[in-house]
């Protein structure tokens, strides 16, 4: 990273690149979640953005990780780093737990159309943990 | 507390206790590598030290400077200006003399700089020709 002029920034522009695939994907599916566009099927829609907002997911955390590595220390001393990092736990935690919900895993049998209570949560707490992922980053050159 | 509060003793204190833990990751541990300038006084900040430590790596360059028996983080631009201030890696070492001109940190608490300018051994490495002072 430090022998190449134009390797940071290129990690740096592939890191909002997997940002913006992972919000710009997720956020449309957390609202259908949390009751937006009911006459759009659940399972359509969560064929085409989760796929999506994984690869986001990945290519976000091979960049970030790059990016740590050139001051892994100093940056994991940062707090705003370590709750960034929790968040993204968390994040990953939510999205994991819907594969649990029966209904989710039947969504292509059951009819779609509509949501329920623990769609609602679960997307309310994943638009809010990825932006505040979003906020602690940005936050990480500033403080 | 919780039993002179009444009904809400319970919530209350979680919520404190929520509210004091998010701003205290408001509280940076220690700062490096800032963006920009808007941390940094207006006026014009100098020092002269003995350079202890060099990075000259992305985000941005850092040097530990000991002035006088106090230890000061004097930050430099991105790994570009460093470039195109003619600083390479080698070209400065640690134990020589720096003088550095920029602005100091807000935060007066930290022994924090960011240069626009430093000099080491009568040269003068310029990251922001264009920044005037």
Redesign the interface.
């Known amino acids: ?2 022998r190449e ?1 134009w390797l ?2 290129f990690v ?1 522009f592939g890191h909002v690149v997997g940002i913006a695939l992972l919000f710009g994907a997720i956020l449309p599916l957390d609202l259908r979640l949390m009751g937006f566009w009911k006459a759009v099927p659940l399972a359509e829609l969560k064929r085409v953005l989760v796929p999506v907002s994984m690869l986001g997911l990945l290519i976000a955390i091979t960049t970030g990780t790059l990016m740590i590595s ?2 892994a220390t ?1 940056y994991l ?4 780093m370590q ?1 960034k990092l929790v968040l993204v736990a968390l994040g990953i935690l939510n999205a994991l737990s819907l594969r649990i919900v029966p209904a989710w895993r039947l969504l292509a049998q059951v009819d779609s159309r509509g949501t329920i209570s623990r769609f609602r949560w679960a997307g309310f707490f994943s638009a809010a943990i990825w932006l505040s992922v979003i906020g ?1 980053g940005r ?1 990480i ?3 | 507390m919780s039993e002179v509060t009444g009904k809400s003793g319970n919530a209350k204190p979680d919520r404190r206790l929520f509210i004091a833990s998010a701003l ?13 300038w808007r ?1 940094a006084e207006d006026g014009q900040f100098e020092l002269t030290g003995i350079i202890r430590s060099i ?5 941005h360059g850092l040097l530990d400077v000991d002035v006088e028996g106090a230890m000061w983080k004097v930050e430099l631009g991105p ?2 200006r460093i ?1 195109g201030a003619g600083l390479k890696e080698g070209g400065i070492s640690e134990g020589q003399e720096v003088f550095a001109s920029g602005h100091r940190s807000k935060n007066r608490s930290e022994n924090v700089m960011k240069a626009e300018r430093i000099t080491v051994a009568g040269i003068v490495y310029d990251f922001y020709p264009n920044r005037s002072g």
């Not at chain 1, 001393?77 to 705003?80: C, E, G, I, R, S």
């Not at chain 2, 990075?55 to 985000?59: E, F």
């Open positions: 990273m430090r002029p940071y920034p740096n050139v001051k100093d001393a940062m707090p705003v709750a602690c936050a050159g500033y403080l | 205290a990751l408001l509280v940076p541990a220690r700062a490096f590598a800032h963006h920009g941390w990075y000259l790596g992305p985000p790994p570009s470039r």
